[in-house]
C-alpha cells in the first residue's frame, strides 16, 4: 500500500457538514458527486496533502445510513492509494483478511474501490483505491 488516500467521515447533513469543515480546514470541498451504487453523496477537502471525504447517505438502506444508524456520525473509514487493485485484493485475501468486495468497483473521485471488513482490522474499515487511468 502507498499511503493513506483520505479519511472517510458519515455526517447526517452533508450541506452543515462542509459548512463545518470549510471552516474549520479554511478551504472549500474541491469536489462533490453522487454514488447512486452506493447510495451516497460525498465531498472531498484537501488538508495540505491529506484529504478528508464527507459521506450523507441518500437511501435509508445504504451502509453510511445503516452506520449512521447504528454509531452515529464519524469515522467511517481509513482508505489507503493502491497502484494494483486486484493485486492486493489477492494477497490481502490469502494473508487472511475478508474482503467484502471480491472485484473492486467504481467509487468516488475517480476510483476503483474494495473494501476489507472491520472485524479483520481491529474494528476499522478499511478500503482499498486505485486511481482509474485513462479518464
Known amino acids: 500500500m502507498d499511503k493513506i488516500e483520505h479519511i472517510g467521515i458519515a455526517?447526517?447533513?452533508l450541506h452543515a457538514s462542509n459548512a463545518l469543515f470549510t471552516k474549520l480546514?479554511?478551504?472549500e470541498p474541491?469536489?462533490?458527486e453522487e454514488v447512486l451504487s452506493e447510495g451516497v453523496k460525498t465531498s472531498f477537502f484537501m488538508s495540505g496533502p491529506n484529504k478528508v471525504e464527507l459521506?450523507?447517505?441518500t437511501t435509508k438502506d445504504s451502509p453510511i445510513a445503516k452506520f449512521l444508524e447504528k454509531k452515529g456520525e464519524g469515522i467511517h473509514h481509513i482508505a489507503f492509494a493502491v497502484e494494483d487493485i486486484e493485486h492486493e485484493i489477492a494477497r490481502l485475501k490469502k494473508e487472511g483478511f475478508r474482503v467484502l468486495n471480491e472485484e473492486p468497483k467504481k467509487g468516488a473521485d475517480n476510483k476503483l474501490v474494495?473494501?476489507?471488513h472491520?472485524?479483520?482490522t481491529n474494528g476499522v474499515l478499511v478500503e482499498l483505491c486505485q486511481e482509474i487511468k485513462g479518464v
Do not use: C, I
Open 11 to 13: 455526517v447526517n447533513d
Open 30 to 32: 474541491y469536489k462533490m
Open 114 to 116: 474494495a473494501f476489507l
Open 25 to 27: 480546514l479554511g478551504v
Open 55 to 57: 459521506l450523507e447517505a
Open 118 to 120: 472491520p472485524k479483520g
